[in-house]
């Protein structure tokens, strides 16, 4: 499977790319409404970054207790009732006056719900397409992602001035509202990929067999740290630019869609492998350029060549599919997800709280560095075995 036609031939593939899409047009306009009202409240960087991205704290909660559900429920049901519960959560922090620590309640909720979304999505994606197929739909879906994170962040700039923050987060809510249906009534009925009943014993049992394989304890340190290093330069975006975060958030989606499009379906197999440690290299370096405070044309073409570098998450997601049995590849996909979300999150962190001491170019430049040094430490630890197969 190479060519687009043949993936949205797929049955089910169509109705799994929109609901996708639509649900993450629905986060990236809740969340830049999000940030620009808790920065608005507060004037606090930490907080304003922490309510873009804060919510991924929960998903390492998700994760360790939550996760053997990605395996064990209907990815139709399942599918339907996230995004369902998303829509929910987003109109109630959607309602006047309420304040800022019930705001970020909310967020935690939604982040201990997001945890499963990725493990169900993902583990479906792999049930709908032949193995070889796999990273061709995946990039696919990280196309959509970088395509609804520009028109969204393009529409809740407008959005805010038309309306207001808690009004485009209404906006959002009936954008998730439309994805569960689509889940609904677009999805064909599907048992679960395993037998049993989700348990904390089975999430941890799982975690602990995916990640006794140092081959894949490595793929999924790449995945996770030096990405969530980067997301905390992304999260000091309002705070750096007031005026202009729209902007910078819509080119850095742009950034990523580029790489996903040449490297899901230009870049041949041969080459790939060979441009897996550059493209890690690429997500960091071009921000190191903030030492120098540049102007914001040179700050725009930085964030959205550097973007191109998220590109290198596909070419290990589909090294993590190849290392993994096929009974907990949901699991394993749903493990990814979370980690890389709650290192989201910590990078948002670290980033928000190093910008309040210094200033959000020093921030930006140190997470950067930060992120060029953990990806130089795990190279050796990435380098394909002579034999290499699926470990179980």
Same mark, same amino acid.
């Given at each position: 499977m190479r $060519?687009? @036609?043949? &993936?949205?031939?797929?049955?089910?593939? $169509?109705? &799994?790319?929109?609901? =996708?899409?639509?649900? %993450?047009?629905? %986060?990236?306009? =809740? @969340?830049l409404a999000l940030g620009t009202l808790?920065?608005?409240a507060t004037g606090s960087p930490f907080l304003a970054a922490l309510a873009m991205f804060g919510s991924s704290f929960a998903q390492v909660i998700g994760a360790t207790a939550l996760m053997s559900a990605a395996d064990r429920l209907p990815p139709r049901a399942a599918l339907t009732a996230l995004a369902a519960a998303f829509a929910t959560g987003t109109a109630v922090m959607a309602v006047p006056g309420l304040p800022v620590w019930a705001v970020f309640a909310v967020l935690f909720g939604l982040g201990l719900v997001a945890s499963l979304g990725g493990g169900v999505r993902y583990g479906l994606l792999n049930e709908i397409l032949p193995q070889r197929g796999y990273l061709l739909g995946r990039s696919v879906l990280n196309m959509s992602v970088g395509i609804t994170q520009i028109c969204g962040f393009a529409a809740g700039g407008l959005l805010l001035n038309a309306l207001s923050p808690r009004g485009t987060l209404l906006v959002a809510a009936g954008l998730d509202l439309a994805a569960a249906l689509i889940a609904c009534l677009g999805l064909a009925r599907r048992p679960a990929r395993a037998v049993g009943r989700p348990s904390v014993t089975a999430t941890w049992r799982n975690n602990v067999r995916l990640w006794a394989s140092p081959p894949r304890r490595y793929v999924y340190l790449a995945l996770w740290v030096p990405n969530g290093l980067i997301v905390g330069c992304e999260a000091l975006f309002v705070p750096y630019a007031p005026g202009h975060a729209g902007l910078l958030f819509a080119l850095a989606a742009g950034g990523m869609l580029a790489g996903d499009v040449l490297v899901g379906r230009f870049v041949p197999g041969r080459w790939r492998e060979r441009l897996a440690a550059p493209l890690r290299l690429l997500l960091a370096a071009p921000y190191l350029i903030f030492?120098?405070?540049?102007? &914001?044309?040179?700050?725009?073409?930085?964030i959205t060549l550097a973007s191109a570098g998220y590109a290198a998450s596909l070419l290990l997601q589909e090294r993590l599919v190849a290392l993994t049995p096929a009974d907990v590849r949901g699991q394993a996909l749903g493990l990814h997800s979370s980690g890389m979300m709650t290192m989201q999150g910590i990078g948002a962190a670290l980033g928000g709280a190093l910008a309040q001491a210094t200033s959000p170019a020093w921030s930006m430049t140190a997470m950067a560095a930060a992120s060029v040094l953990v990806t130089v430490s795990l190279a050796p630890g990435l380098r394909p075995r002579a034999g290499e197969a699926v470990l179980r």
């Amino acid at each position: 499977m190479r $060519t687009y @036609g043949q &993936l949205f031939r797929a049955p089910e593939f $169509t109705p &799994l790319f929109a609901t =996708s899409a639509v649900h %993450s047009m629905a %986060s990236t306009v =809740s @969340g830049l409404a999000l940030g620009t009202l808790v920065y608005a409240a507060t004037g606090s960087p930490f907080l304003a970054a922490l309510a873009m991205f804060g919510s991924s704290f929960a998903q390492v909660i998700g994760a360790t207790a939550l996760m053997s559900a990605a395996d064990r429920l209907p990815p139709r049901a399942a599918l339907t009732a996230l995004a369902a519960a998303f829509a929910t959560g987003t109109a109630v922090m959607a309602v006047p006056g309420l304040p800022v620590w019930a705001v970020f309640a909310v967020l935690f909720g939604l982040g201990l719900v997001a945890s499963l979304g990725g493990g169900v999505r993902y583990g479906l994606l792999n049930e709908i397409l032949p193995q070889r197929g796999y990273l061709l739909g995946r990039s696919v879906l990280n196309m959509s992602v970088g395509i609804t994170q520009i028109c969204g962040f393009a529409a809740g700039g407008l959005l805010l001035n038309a309306l207001s923050p808690r009004g485009t987060l209404l906006v959002a809510a009936g954008l998730d509202l439309a994805a569960a249906l689509i889940a609904c009534l677009g999805l064909a009925r599907r048992p679960a990929r395993a037998v049993g009943r989700p348990s904390v014993t089975a999430t941890w049992r799982n975690n602990v067999r995916l990640w006794a394989s140092p081959p894949r304890r490595y793929v999924y340190l790449a995945l996770w740290v030096p990405n969530g290093l980067i997301v905390g330069c992304e999260a000091l975006f309002v705070p750096y630019a007031p005026g202009h975060a729209g902007l910078l958030f819509a080119l850095a989606a742009g950034g990523m869609l580029a790489g996903d499009v040449l490297v899901g379906r230009f870049v041949p197999g041969r080459w790939r492998e060979r441009l897996a440690a550059p493209l890690r290299l690429l997500l960091a370096a071009p921000y190191l350029i903030f030492m120098v405070d540049p102007p &914001l044309p040179v700050a725009a073409a930085a964030i959205t060549l550097a973007s191109a570098g998220y590109a290198a998450s596909l070419l290990l997601q589909e090294r993590l599919v190849a290392l993994t049995p096929a009974d907990v590849r949901g699991q394993a996909l749903g493990l990814h997800s979370s980690g890389m979300m709650t290192m989201q999150g910590i990078g948002a962190a670290l980033g928000g709280a190093l910008a309040q001491a210094t200033s959000p170019a020093w921030s930006m430049t140190a997470m950067a560095a930060a992120s060029v040094l953990v990806t130089v430490s795990l190279a050796p630890g990435l380098r394909p075995r002579a034999g290499e197969a699926v470990l179980r």
